[in-house]
């Protein structure tokens, strides 16, 4: 490892980190989510249920998950940087033709390749941004990180919500391909080089360090983190849920909600843009256990107010639940590197993204059955049983030892 300290804020190379990343998060979650704000018109354009077209979601978050720790490995050899270019690349062309996809077979198939592709940055960026950042830092950095993923799922969903809603589907995933078309090559241009990490192929060939297998187990038989993936788990799967089936909810009597207007509640991914970074900063001064552990409060209550079947107060409950997500994920994600050794930082945040978006894949598809079997209440019964667990596995494990008198 290189003895580089790390950015600290101020610094034009800090600035360009941040900003870089924002442009990553934003090539990443636009075209990952673009599909969940015309859910829909895919339903009813390919004739299958709220479900199945939910699908197109989980198969590219279920490849996303499978991919993270491969390209954790890739990244220990080939650099942060480059793995992450790569990968930003090859899901944008990717994304392109899922949109003109034939069949629902060969949408999925594509959604899947595509979620493989988009691996490269989540299961780097924070491992990068640990390496390049000060220490001190670290945990405001990563917020800061957090709500750039923020706006690119907003600006994917407020994109292909309305044009799909005028033109079709495929060119509302369309238009959002070509926003992140142009949000990658500003990352490549704006992101700086490493240097607080030396990639594997340029290391002597006596440190290679450990295998890794070995990175790997490093992290699973830590309590701590296994909690800490657990919280991306619970948490995501019950964050992408809500908004995979909101959309149905509120389309239906009492509501009858047009689809544009629909489209606008994900409006309410603004409150993430602004609690994430807060969240981290938070952290900075008050400690991580205790941000965290009001973070999924808020989210919990966000749940109980979308229970109530009156707009103002569900749309105020999804801000809150947004708000409250966000804050967790950004303390939970920027936790988990640090809490890791130096050497299995790339696989720490990995592991986390594997549980974060396994979560996504099942509880996206599987909350959908509870949805249009049980309805929206039984739905939502779930999705706070769902928090409190989060809760209550932080509390047992991830809560800081009190000094002795």
Do not use: K
């Amino acid at each position: 490892m290189s003895a580089f300290a790390g950015h600290e804020p101020g610094s034009r190379d800090y600035r360009r980190l941040l900003v870089g990343l924002f442009f990553a998060g934003i090539a990443t979650f636009a075209q990952l989510y673009a599909p969940q704000a015309v859910l829909p018109l895919i339903a009813a354009d390919l004739g299958v249920p709220p479900a199945t077209s939910a699908l197109t979601v989980s198969a590219s978050t279920l490849g996303l998950a499978a991919a993270v720790i491969p390209w954790s490995g890739v990244a220990d050899r080939v650099g942060r940087v480059p793995a992450m270019g790569v990968g930003v690349v090859a899901a944008t062309l990717l994304g392109g033709w899922a949109a003109v996809a034939t069949d629902v077979t060969m949408l999925l198939a594509l959604r899947f390749a595509e979620g493989i592709a988009l691996g490269a940055v989540p299961a780097v960026a924070l491992a990068y941004l640990s390496e390049e950042v000060h220490a001190r830092h670290v945990a405001a950095a990563a917020g800061s990180y957090i709500a750039g993923t923020t706006v690119g799922g907003l600006s994917g969903r407020i994109i292909a919500g309305p044009v799909g809603e005028l033109v079709g589907w495929r060119w509302g995933v369309a238009s959002a391909v070509l926003l992140c078309a142009g949000a990658a090559a500003l990352f490549l241009v704006l992101v700086p080089r490493a240097r607080g990490f030396v990639a594997g192929r340029s290391r002597e060939r006596g440190d290679r360090g450990p295998s890794l297998v070995a990175r790997l187990w490093m992290n699973l038989r830590t309590p701590a983190q296994l909690v800490l993936y657990a919280q991306g788990f619970l948490l995501m799967g019950a964050f992408v849920a809500v908004y995979n089936y909101l959309g149905f909810h509120l389309a239906a009597p009492p509501f009858s909600l047009s689809p544009v207007v629909v489209t606008l509640l994900f409006l309410a991914y603004l409150a993430g843009t602004v609690s994430s970074p807060r969240a981290g900063a938070l952290a900075v001064r008050h400690g991580r256990f205790i941000v965290l552990v009001a973070s999924i409060g808020v989210a919990a209550a966000g749940v109980l107010l979308m229970a109530v079947p009156v707009l103002p107060v569900v749309v105020v409950g999804l801000v809150v639940f947004t708000a409250g997500f966000f804050g967790a994920h950004a303390v939970a994600s920027g936790w988990t590197p640090v809490a890791s050794r130096p050497e299995a930082r790339a696989q720490a945040s990995s592991l986390y993204y594997l549980g974060y978006y396994g979560g996504s894949s099942v509880f996206g598809w599987l909350l959908g059955v509870i949805f249009g079997e049980a309805g929206w209440n039984v739905f939502l019964a779930v999705v706070l049983g769902m928090c409190l667990v989060s809760l209550a596995l932080a509390v047992a494990v991830l809560r800081p030892a009190r000094p002795s008198v």
